[in-house]
C-alpha cells in the first residue's frame, strides 16, 4: 500500500500545483481585464464630457459649462466628476484606491482647466476578492474529488494488488506454491500475477517430479540393498546347508536303525522315532536354505538360455490340489480366475510353483477366519520397477508380463512390516509354523526370472502378493 499512497500524494500534489497555477494566472486575467475596460470606460467617458463642456463652453459662456459640470458631479457611490482649474492641477494629490482620469478642456490655443473623472476601486477590490475566494474554494473541491477519484483508483488497481503479490511472494517464501493468484486486470500486474502462477505451476510440477524421482531412488537403493543382504545370506545358507546335509543323513539312518530294532524297548523305539522326525524337519529346513542358495547363485536367463513357455494354469492347478487339506482345516476356499488368453512365460515350472505353493501357503497361515483365496491369472502391459532389467524386444510399446496375483481376506500386514517381508529368516508367524526363507525363496526364484513381486495390504483386511514374469526374456548387455 505504500506504493499506493506515493502514487496519490503525487498526483495530489500535482493537481495542486497545477490547479493552483490556474487560480493564481486566472485571478489575475480577471483583474487587469476589469481595470482595463475601467480605463477605456473612463477615456471613453472623458472624451465625452470634454467634448460637451467644451461645446457649452463655446456657445454659452464659462457659467453655463460650470453649471453643467455641477449637473454631472451628482453624489455617487463610485464615479464622481469635477472641474479643476489649470492653476490647481498642479496641487492635487494621487489617490491609490481610486482611479482618475482627466479630461481637457481647450479651444482657442488657450487651456482653461481639467474635468476630472474619479472612481474607487473598492468594486474591482471586492469582484477580485470574490473571485479568489470562488476559485479558492473550486479548487480545494476540485482536489478534493481529484485526490479521492486517485485514492480509489490507486488502491484498487495499485494498492490491492500489490499487496496480493507480495502476500503471494512471501508465501512462495514459505513454501506455498500451491494456491494460484487471481487478479483479473489486462495491464502489467495482471500479466505479472499470470507468470508468478505459471511459475508456482512449474514449480509445483518439478517438486512432485523430484519427490516421485528421489522416492523411486530411495526405493531403487532399498532394493539394491536387499539384493545385496540376499546374495550374503545365499552364500552362508549355502555353506550351513552342505555341512549340515551329511551329518543330518547319518543321524537319520541311525535313527531309523533304532526305531526298527525290534531287540530295543518301546520306549527307546519311540525315541528313535521322534529323533528322526525332528531331524526330516530339520532336513525340510536344509533343503529350503540350498533352495534359497541356489536361487541367489543362478545366473539371468539370457538369449542362449530360454526356457520353455510355462503353463500357468495347470500351475496353479497343482499347487491348489496339493494345500486344498491345509484350506480345509482353515474353512478356506480357493476361487481360480483365468482371463481368457492365457500368458506362458518362459519360466521353470518347478520354480514357479514353488513360489506359488509359497505364497498360497502364506495366504492360508495369515486367514485366522472361514474365507476364500483368490488366485487370479491374467496378462498385464506395465513397466517394471526401477531395479528390474526391461526385456528387450521388438514391435510393442511396452513390455509384456504375465500375472499372478494371491489375494487373502486374512489379517494383512502392517506398514512397519511390509519392507521387511522378503529378508531371510524374517517372519511373522507362530513358532514352528515357518523359518521365513518362504518368501525369500519365492523373490529370488522370479527376480532370477526377470520379473518381480508386488506386494499390498491392508490391515484386518487382507494381502495380495501378485507376481510378475515377462514375455519375452530380458537380454543382459
Known amino acids: 500500500m505504500r506504493l499506493a499512497r506515493k502514487m496519490i500524494l503525487a498526483m495530489v500534489a500535482c493537481l495542486t500545483v497545477v490547479f493552483a497555477a490556474n487560480a493564481y494566472y486566472r485571478i489575475r486575467r480577471e483583474r487587469a481585464a476589469f481595470d482595463r475596460d475601467m480605463r477605456e470606460d473612463h477615456a471613453a467617458l472623458a472624451q465625452v464630457l470634454g467634448n460637451a463642456i467644451t461645446t457649452v463652453w463655446k456657445g454659452s459662456g464659462r457659467q453655463a459649462a460650470m453649471d453643467l459640470v455641477g449637473m454631472l458631479a451628482s453624489p455617487s ?10 492653476d490647481a492641477a498642479s496641487l492635487r494629490s494621487p489617490h491609490e484606491d481610486q482611479i482618475v482620469t482627466d479630461a481637457p478642456i481647450c479651444f482657442a490655443n488657450e487651456c482653461h482647466g481639467f474635468v476630472e473623472i474619479s472612481e474607487s476601486l473598492d468594486v474591482p477590490n471586492a469582484y477580485a476578492h470574490h473571485t479568489l475566494i470562488r476559485t479558492t474554494v473550486v479548487t480545494l473541491i476540485g482536489l478534493g474529488c481529484a485526490g479521492l477519484v486517485s485514492m480509489l483508483v490507486g488502491i484498487w488497481f495499485v494498492g490491492k494488488p500489490m499487496q496480493q503479490l507480495l502476500d503471494k511472494a512471501r508465501r512462495i517464501g514459505d513454501g506455498d506454491i500451491e494456491r494460484p493468484l487471481t487478479i483479473r486486470q489486462r495491464d502489467e500486474i495482471g500479466e505479472l500475477a499470470a507468470e508468478m502462477n505459471a511459475m508456482c505451476l512449474r514449480l509445483v510440477e518439478t517438486r512432485y517430479a523430484l519427490r516421485a524421482e528421489t522416492e523411486e ?13 540376499l546374495v550374503t545370506v545365499g552364500k552362508l545358507a549355502s555353506g550351513i546347508a552342505h555341512e549340515l546335509g551329511t551329518p543330518l543323513g547319518v543321524a537319520l ?19 528313535a522315532r521322534i529323533i528322526g522326525e525332528q531331524i526330516d524337519r530339520i532336513t525340510h529346513i536344509v533343503r ?16 542362449n538360455q530360454r526356457r520353455q513357455p510355462a503353463n500357468l494354469r495347470k500351475i496353479v492347478e497343482q499347487a491348489v490340489a496339493m494345500l486344498t487339506p491345509l484350506a480345509v482345516k482353515r474353512n478356506l476356499a480357493f476361487e481360480l480366475v483365468f482371463a481368457e488368453n492365457l500368458p506362458e512365460p518362459p519360466a521353470n515350472p ?25 488366485i487370479t491369472v491374467a496378462a498385464s502391459a506395465t513397466h517394471p520397477p526401477a531395479d ?19 489375494k ?17 529368516f524374517f517372519t511373522t508367524k507362530h513358532v514352528g509354523e515357518g523359518t521365513g526363507l518362504g518368501l525369500s525363496v519365492a523373490y529370488g526364484i522370479v527376480r532370477e ?9 491392508v490391515r484386518t483386511k487382507g494381502s495380495c502378493f501378485s507376481v510378475y514374469l515377462p514375455m519375452d526374456v530380458a537380454e543382459i548387455i
Not at 487373502?408 to 531371510?424: A, M, Q, S, T, Y
Open 253 to 271: 539312518v541311525r535313527a531309523n536303525i533304532i526305531a526298527g530294532n525290534v531287540a530295543s524297548t518301546r520306549e527307546v523305539r519311540d525315541a
Open 350 to 374: 518347478e520354480q514357479i510353483e514353488q513360489v506359488l505353493v509359497n505364497l498360497v501357503v502364506n495366504a492360508i497361515h495369515a486367514s485366522e477366519r472361514p474365507g476364500k483365496i483368490v
Open 217 to 229: 531412488r530411495l526405493r531403487a537403493q532399498e532394493q539394491l540393498r536387499h539384493a545385496d543382504r
Open 77 to 86: 457611490q463610485t464615479l464622481h466628476v469635477r472641474w479643476i482649474d489649470k
Open 408 to 424: 487373502d481376506e486374512g489379517v494383512g500386514i502392517g506398514p512397519d512390516i511390509l519392507p521387511r517381508i522378503f529378508e531371510p
Open 288 to 303: 529350503q536354505l540350498m533352495d534359497f542358495a541356489r536361487g541367489r547363485s543362478s545366473t539371468a536367463p539370457g538369449p
Open 388 to 406: 528390474v532389467t526391461p526385456p528387450v524386444f521388438v514391435g510393442m510399446e511396452q513390455p509384456r508380463y504375465a500375472m499372478v496375483s494371491v
Open 449 to 457: 526370472h526377470g520379473g518381480w513381486i508386488e506386494v499390498t495390504s
